[in-house]
Structure formats: C-alpha cells, structure tokens
C-alpha cells in the first residue's frame, strides 16, 4: 500500500517538478547582454520569455524581458554593424599605470614613547586595498605627497579620508612622533606599478585600443587597480621563462624608449585596459569580427610575440565554446597546437594575455589566462565582451 501511494504522489509530482526546473533553467539563462548585428531581432527565450522595448539610445536598446507579463529583468542590446574591422595586435606592450592615490599595501609596528610596537593605522581602522584620498583635507595625489604631508604636519590627530569598495571612508589615526620629530603611522603604499602584456585590437575609426583581456590587479591587495593615468610604451622580450606543469611560464621584457607613448591607458576592467592608440604606429591589415553565435570549436590562430621579433600567427585549436549570458573573461577553451610555440614557450605564458585569436580570418577574441596543470591549454574571452568595455559602439 505505501508503495503505492508512494508511485501515485510520484506520478503526480514528477511531471510538476521537471516543469518547474526547464521554467527555472530558462529564467536563469536570460542574459544581460546581447549582441547582435544591425538588422537583426532578439529571440524569445524557448518561446516564454518575451521581450519587450523598453528605451534606444544611438545603438543601444534596452528591452524588458518577461514571463506571464511580469518583468524578470532588463537586457541590454548592441547592435553591432557587420562592416565593423579593426587592427588586430599581437604586440608587446609595456604598461604603466598610477592609481588614483596611494593604495594601502602593509602595515608596520612603530614604537612610542612606552616601547609598545603597534600601527596607528592598523589599529585605527584603515584596511589594505584602501586608497588614500587626503589627510586632514590635503589632498594626497602619491606616496611622495603623503610622506611630505606627515613630515609638514603637527597634530596629535590626522582626519584620514579613503576610499574603500567604492565608499569614501573617514578614519582618524593618531601618530607616533619618531626620533627625529617627525608623525609616522605606520603605513606601507604603493601609487604606481608596471608591466608588460599584449594589444588585442586597435578601432581605425577612433584609436582606442583593447589588450590583456584581463584586469591589472595589485599583487598584495589582488583588487583590480583604480588608476588615474596611465600610459603604454615600446616593449621588447629579452627572455621567455617556458610553462611546465604546475610552473606558469613567463614572457619577460624591458620598455623600449618608456619617454615616447603609443598610447594612454582610461580604463582598468575586468576585461582589459583600453585607452587611446597613436594610430601613426600601427600598420597592420584590418579584419572583420565574429560574435560568440559566429564562432566554431575546431582549428584557430592566435596572433603574439613571443621573442625580439615582429608578432606572428600560431596555431591552437578551440576545444569549448562555453555558453555566457553574463560577461567573463573566461569564455572559451582553447589548446596551443603549434610546434613551433610549444618548443619555445610550452604553450600558454604570462604576457601572451591580450593575444587575439583569429578564426576564418575574423578576431573572435583574445588569450586570457593558463590552465596551471596545463600550459599548453587556457582561456580566450569573447571579443565582445572587450568590445563594450572599449565604449567603441556607444
């Protein structure tokens, strides 16, 4: 009897149940960005989600997706012309970049008048990753600026402002006075930093430029790093670290004339950096785009410099498309098959990061990041994605 009633209350559910989970999985995958080409509509979601116009502005729709009339979430649409070329890179970049103000990377003990070691700003309340705006309403633009504000100022209590997860934050420190008179409180900080990577793309029409695929992030903090300028430079490798299991390898280079600037760096995402190229230095064929719909698994090309000469084609295979309906840098799989830069690099490296990958002679994306365990294999992110962090189509 219960086995009965069991199988009778399963009969009933069961169907229920997979209903609510196809409805679920369907609601679930309503993305946040599209991106089609002019002149085509965006498709309902397996006939029950419905979209519906909600604003347009130049290239950019707005549409209200919705289930049974109710709003389940907005997506945004681009509309991306099918003439679109760009540069494709495949050159090293020096980079170098300034943040916003000092970014809090350590803290030291300090020892006052009793012999007790502690941090003043440790213990009152700044975190590592925090920027340092100003001190007692002076602006600290650099780590110079600051220590000079310490050195100038006589107070027994500094008003500190920062800026934290996109907060502004108000700590007040009070100072250790070291031998030589001087506040100290115990702060280490870091305003600048540097690096090489690789150009994605370069826009003909209005020189703003993609590389890395991937954001700048502090080594101690691992917080993308908020800039307030910054620049790129000529790069030349002067060594290649090769990739072994369990040991990512590494390009290795020296800026080249770091004076003379190709370009300026805007922008610090999660999808790369992008700022304005000198279009005079750049004289490469241009090639159309694919979207991620217009993209195959099978034979590819990825476009990098890997030794002191000019950036060149090699061969990789795209063994996954992986399905986004969200931005992410990693969207693809892709393996290194060319002998040639496996014997010199084992595969995949650290500053090949920004190499565009090509297929059926159209940049479909760019070379992200390594599997560890793996160096002949990692990830590409869609161009797309590069592209709208550019702002290019706005």
Do not use: C
Request: hydrophobic share 40%.
């Amino acid at each position: 009897m219960r086995i009965k009633k069991f199988l009778k209350i399963f009969a009933v559910f069961t169907p229920i149940l997979v209903l609510f989970l196809y409805i679920s999985s369907v609601l679930f995958s309503i993305p946040e960005v599209v991106f089609l080409r002019d002149g085509n509509n965006l498709k309902s979601n397996k006939g029950i989600i419905n979209y519906t116009l909600n604003k347009i502005y130049d290239n950019i729709s707005e549409y209200n997706a919705e289930f049974l009339g109710f709003k389940i979430r907005t997506v945004e649409v681009m509309a991306i012309p099918k003439e679109v070329e760009l540069y494709p890179g495949g050159h090293i970049v020096g980079i170098k970049l300034r943040t916003n103000g000092p970014l809090i990377v350590g803290f030291s003990d300090i020892e006052n008048n009793f012999n007790k070691a502690y941090s003043p700003s440790k213990d009152g309340g700044l975190n590592i990753g925090d920027i340092v705006l100003s001190i007692n309403d002076i602006e600290i633009t650099s780590s110079e600026v600051l220590s000079e504000t310490l050195s100038n100022l006589d107070a027994d209590e500094l008003e500190i402002k920062v800026e934290r997860d996109e907060k502004i934050i108000v700590k007040k420190i009070h100072p250790i006075k070291s031998v030589d008179g001087k506040n100290k409180i115990g702060l280490w900080v870091r305003d600048s930093t540097a690096g090489i990577g690789t150009l994605t793309f370069v826009d003909p029409n209005t020189g703003v430029y993609g590389a890395l695929g991937h954001p700048i992030t502090d080594v101690d903090t691992g917080d993308i790093i908020k800039i307030s300028k910054g620049s790129i430079v000529s790069s030349s490798i002067v060594n290649v670290k090769r990739g072994e299991k369990g040991n990512p390898g590494e390009l290795k280079g020296v800026f080249i004339n770091d004076n003379i600037n190709l370009g300026s760096v805007e922008q610090n995402t999660k999808f790369g950096i992008f700022g304005k190229y000198s279009l005079e230095n750049f004289y490469n064929e241009k090639l159309k785009i694919a979207l991620k719909d217009e993209i195959q698994e099978g034979p590819a090309q990825i476009i990098s410099t890997v030794d002191s000469g000019e950036p060149r084609m090699y061969d990789v295979v795209i063994e996954k498309l992986l399905q986004q309906d969200n931005p992410s840098s990693k969207s693809m799989v892709i393996k290194v098959v060319d002998e040639d830069l496996l014997e010199k690099t084992g595969g995949i490296v650290q500053g090949m990061s920004g190499s565009p990958i090509i297929q059926n002679n159209k940049i479909i994306g760019a070379v992200t990041h390594v599997l560890v365990n793996k160096p002949d294999t990692g990830y590409g992110i869609y161009i797309e994605w590069m592209l709208k962090e550019s702002k290019i189509f706005d």
